[in-house]
Structures are given as C-alpha cells and as structure tokens.
Nanobody, 121 residues
C-alpha cells in the first residue's frame, strides 16, 4: 500500500522559510519520480516541483523558481521541498506525490493527505 506522509508545514511570515518533508513507503521509491503539488482555496491543484528518480532533472513552476528547491534521499525514501522567501500567495495545502515512472513528465498517480502552509504577517 502506497503511503506518502508530509510534515513540516505551518505558519510563517512573508520572507520566511519552511522545509517540507515526505516519507514514502509501499513502492520502490528509487524507481519513481516524485513531486510536490499545492492547492490554494478556490484554485486548482498545481504541480510546484518535480524530481526524477536519479535527481538529475528537476522541474519548478515559474511562480517558485529561484525560491523553492526539491530534493530526495533514495536511501531514506524521503523527498523534501525547501521553500525560501515565502509570499502570501504561497499559502496552500501542499501534497507530496509519486510519479507514474522515473521521469516526472510521465505524470503523478498518488498523493499524500496534504499539509497546510500559511504565509501571513
């Protein structure tokens, strides 16, 4: 059974930083691309960042380029999202996701339960 468990969310002031973590189990982690989605109230879920199984290629949405960094540890079956210079518009529920294949361009097929990130003064 695939499990993706997010942690590290919370409330932060504009300009602050947070690090999200995702613990994965139930599948061969080192074979799968991973990603982070987010969904703000009244908006569609969007892919924020993706990372190939080998970490060689990464994807970032234009809105987070230069501020967010995705990384993974295949030995620990963990994926991370380092978020810096946070803005109020980054407020959303963030979801860890498992790719269909080793490349994130293949799409995503599983999501965690989500974790709230709120950026507010």
């Amino acid at each position: 059974q695939v499990q993706l468990v997010e942690s590290g969310g919370g409330l932060v002031h504009p300009g602050g930083s947070l690090r999200l973590s995702c613990a994965a189990s139930g599948f061969i982690f080192s074979y799968a691309a991973m990603g982070w989605y987010r969904q703000a109230p009244g908006k569609e879920r969007e892919l924020v960042a993706g990372i190939e199984s080998t970490s060689r290629r990464k994807y970032y949405a234009d809105s987070v380029k230069g501020r967010f960094t995705i990384s993974r540890d295949n030995a620990e079956k963990m994926v991370y999202l380092e978020m810096n210079t946070l803005k109020p518009e980054d407020t959303a529920v963030y979801y860890c996701s498992r790719g269909r294949a080793s490349d994130y361009t293949g799409g995503f097929i599983s999501w965690g339960q989500g974790i709230q990130v709120t950026v507010s003064s």
